[in-house]
């Protein structure tokens, strides 16, 4: 791709309002049914990640109002589904049905042990189900930075 594209496309990633109406309009091009193939893995995922940079990221929050902070440019199925979900506020980040089955085999759980972590997707709604009843979550990931800003805990 031209670099001075990719600048300027990265620039729209760094502003906030640009960024939201431009996947707005990736989102909007989805909807269209007239392309034969599938637009999110043939179109979408390349124009969702090339708008950030590798340490860029974003805020962004469930329906429960829990806030989860994430590097969006390092080319993450889970991060672009995240930004790119229907309804733009979803109840889950990823795997929704995953999501509900861990709160539900958690729901007298003390003590939970998270291996990969990430960037709380799952980790976040079990620890604030844990929290409530005095329990503790400990999560971990490979990933140094992610486990750091998963560590600011936002919810």
């Not at 640009?18 to 995922?45: L, N």
């Not at 042990?113 to 409530?132: C, E, M, R, S, T």
């Amino acid at each position: 791709m031209d670099e001075f594209l990719i600048q300027a496309l990265r620039k729209l990633g760094k502003n906030e309002k640009f960024r939201d109406k431009f996947i707005s309009f990736i989102k909007d091009i989805e909807q269209d049914s007239s392309y034969q193939g599938s637009v999110r893995d043939e179109i979408s995922k390349y124009l969702v990640d090339v708008i950030f940079d590798k340490e860029d990221f974003v805020i962004k929050s469930t329906q429960d109002g829990t806030k989860y902070k994430f590097y969006a440019g390092i080319g993450s199925k889970i991060a672009r589904e995240f930004l790119l979900s229907t309804p733009p506020i979803p109840e889950y980040v990823w795997e929704p049905q995953t999501t509900r089955l861990l709160l539900h085999l958690s729901k007298s759980a003390k003590t939970v042990i998270v291996g990969g972590a990430y960037f709380g997707d799952q980790v976040l709604p079990l620890a604030k189900q844990i929290n409530k009843q005095g329990g503790v979550v400990h999560a971990f990931d490979l990933n140094k930075k992610q486990l750091d800003i998963l560590n600011e805990i936002y919810y």
